[in-house]
């Protein structure tokens, strides 16, 4: 099994092809889109490939140490930042074709008319434990 | 005996460990083991007096860990120093447990974590899935709050308002798990009422009362949040408001307003209601005018702006808005809702799109995108016309 991170971008993905913001949907598409998102969820926690999703505000700020007895230097929002996430899944899946299929579905989410959004996802595996046997036999 | 009946006894057996010498750490730990082991037993075995059970199991737990050479010799100095039986305190054991578990060198989260423990019984796996944190993490936040009462007496009185912030923070998380923080908040201020005659502890028992009786009313099956206005009134749950109702009046008799009964009489008056239209908005408005007095709350002006529009109309509401910093939270939402009540649609669908990007929350945000999206639409439709 092997671990990936499907991330949702607010910005710095290419355009999707059906781009039309969401408060310019009807409700009805609104909540269309919200349902395919939870039955997408409940289906991987069905299948035992979900880990974890959450959603993240789109503002937040830069920090960084400022040294010694002296308080972190904030900066902020993110106004000139290009890449901005709104959001991740983890998945637990065999392989890094069902990684792309499952990233390929999550990106049909339906939007305004009811068309799928075919927005850009951004999938990236993790880098986990070494395995129990060495990759190298003279390792 | 049910879990909850069970749980209600963990305060008193825990202070009597406490009074018998060990010290509150190693006696809630053994109290703790000493309910699981409760769990196990009792379905086939049901006990003739479960707090005696509970007070022996959970000694003899206490003991078998401090059983090394170090405890054994700190033991019989405890023996020695044992005090002489009878009453100890003036205080009720249970109120103690309140106090301790809410002390003022506690984080929030630390204090509303030994809380649940210490006071509700509930198991640090259980308290973990209820606040989605991995259990390591919340046994570390648990054995961190108890080293940092763990030289605070028992017998010192403590300030009842820090205890009902941690009560009211526990109400606030709502569901996840399988534990319902909700219910287990008015549980332990049921208890805590029972204990201490104070309007405000009852202030706070009919507020969460009343808010958790519209409960199932306020989401739609598909998870989307309802309204108020647009709340099925036939879901509430009667008796809870009905309980919620006596509760409060019997503590605003008493002439000691406070924050907790200010705003429990404001969902009262919801409740009060039987249709949107009906709601007594210009006793709710002198509610929220003591409420202003009270607190001087910024975020209690907001949602007065709100009572105000509905009372005095969309003008009156955004002329009380005015004044307000836009840095508070939910200040778009407000002023969206005042704009649409005032017929400026444009204004509001702009207000509710921003309101939406400021969202705290994932429903909140689906909500206010559904508005400006209602709007929206709407506007589509009349340019088409």
Redesign the interface.
Known sequence: MAKYLMLKHYRGAPAPVNNVPMNEWTPQEISDHIQYMHDFAAKLEKTGEFVDGQALAPEGSWVRYDGEGRPPVTDGPFAETKDLIAGWMIIDVDSHERAIELAGELSAAPGAGGKPIHEWLEVRPFLAAPPTIPACPHG | MNEGRLRSLTPSVLAILVRRGADFAAAEDAVQDALVEAIRVWPSDPPRDPKGWLVTVAWRRFLDATRSEVARRRREELIEDEPAPGPTSALDDTLQLYFLCAHPSLTPSSAVALTLRAVGGLTTRQIAAAYLVPEATMAQRISRAKRTVSDVRLDQPGDVATVLRVLYLVFNEGYSGDVDLAVEAIRLTRQLAAVIDHPEVAGLLALMLLHHARRAARTAP???LVPLAEQDRARWDTAAIADGVQILQAALARDRLGEFQAQAAIAALHADATGAAETDWVQIVEWYDELVRLTDSPVVRLNRAVAVGEADGPRAGLAAFATLDPALPRYAAVAAYLHERDGDLPTA?RL??EA?????N?AE??HL??Q???L??RGVAEVRE
């Not at chain 2, 939406?356 to 705290?360: D, E, I, S, V, Y």
């Open positions: 598909d998870g989307s669908a509710y799109a939406a990007h400021r969202a705290p994932l945000r689906d995108t559904r400006a999206a209602r929206n639409a």
